[in-house]
Nanobody
Framework: QVQLVESGGGLVQSGGSLRLSCAAS??????????VGWYRQTPGAQRELVAA???????TYADSVKGRFTISRDSAKNTMYLQMNSLKPEDTAVYYC?????????????????WGQGTQVTVSS
């Protein structure tokens, strides 16, 4: 079991910056951790990937945030971050951190998602 606790959300004006943090109760860089990332969701919409770091260290970003958002992690602190710059009103959403971890024996390995409770980000125009 892994617990994830987010912080750093809030209200900011268009063009401003926020940094989200997600503290994990266990290692975020263990060998069975597939990826860590950030997702966001608006009312009535599906949760969408914002940014992620894979086990191999590769980063991926949604097209809408490329060049503005940066995902990072501090393995010593078991914490991941999302630095959000040049925020736009369309970035308004609840942001969730996510950790994907493999479980089970090699011949029957399965992947499980762990989620934080979500933090509201509101960007005013």
């Amino acid at each position: 079991q892994v617990q994830l606790v987010e912080s750093g959300g809030g209200l900011v004006q268009s063009g401003g910056s926020l940094r989200l943090s997600c503290a994990a109760s266990g290692s975020i860089s263990s060998p069975n951790t597939v990826a860590v990332g950030w997702y966001r969701q608006t009312p009535g919409a599906q949760r969408e990937l914002v940014a992620a770091i894979t086990r191999g260290g590769r980063t991926t970003y949604a097209d809408s945030v490329k060049g503005r958002f940066t995902i990072s992690r501090d393995s010593a602190k078991n914490t991941m971050y999302l630095q959000m710059n040049s925020l736009k009103p369309e970035d308004t959403a609840v942001y969730y951190c996510n950790l994907k971890r493999e479980h089970g024996p090699v011949e029957r390995v399965f992947e499980r998602d762990y989620w934080g409770q979500g933090t509201q980000v509101t960007v005013s125009s």
